[in-house]
Nanobody, 121 residues
Framework: QLQACGGGLVQAGSSLRLSCAAS????????MGWFRQAPGKEREFVAA????????DYADSVKGRFTISRDNAKNTMYLYMNSLKPEDTVVYYC????????????????WGQGTQVTVSS
């Protein structure tokens, strides 16, 4: 089970940290990722991190602004979001899968509930 939190209402240019806590099984060997979804649109890849934490991948739209990290000892993944823009306003989801990072949401087997991020201009 994955549980995401940390969303909220912030002004453009602000920062937020999302957390995704895993429970029920050990996720330390999983690839973990963040996706986001706007109403009526397909779930969009944001970032992913390999189980060892060394390999990461980012969508072009967030590269340089967002940082993904994980703490396997705490079974928790983070997304540090800086320089937030109004277009970052969507629901963010965390997910996990085996083996390799992927940008395809259908490749992820486990999902947390979403956390809403709202960025005002």
């Amino acid at each position: 089970q994955l549980q995401a939190c940390g969303g909220g209402l912030v002004q453009a240019g602000s920062s937020l940290r999302l957390s995704c806590a895993a429970s029920g099984r050990t996720f330390s060997r999983d690839v973990m990722g963040w996706f986001r979804q706007a109403p009526g649109k397909e779930r969009e890849f944001v970032a992913a991190i390999h189980w060892c934490g060394v390999s990461t991948d980012y969508a072009d739209s967030v590269k340089g602004r967002f940082t993904i990290s994980r703490d396997n000892a705490k079974n928790t993944m983070y997304l540090y979001m800086n320089s937030l823009k109004p277009e970052d306003t969507v629901v963010y989801y965390c997910a996990s899968r085996y083996y390799t990072t992927s940008r395809t949401y259908a490749d992820y087997a486990y999902w947390g509930q979403g956390t809403q991020v709202t960025v005002s201009s």
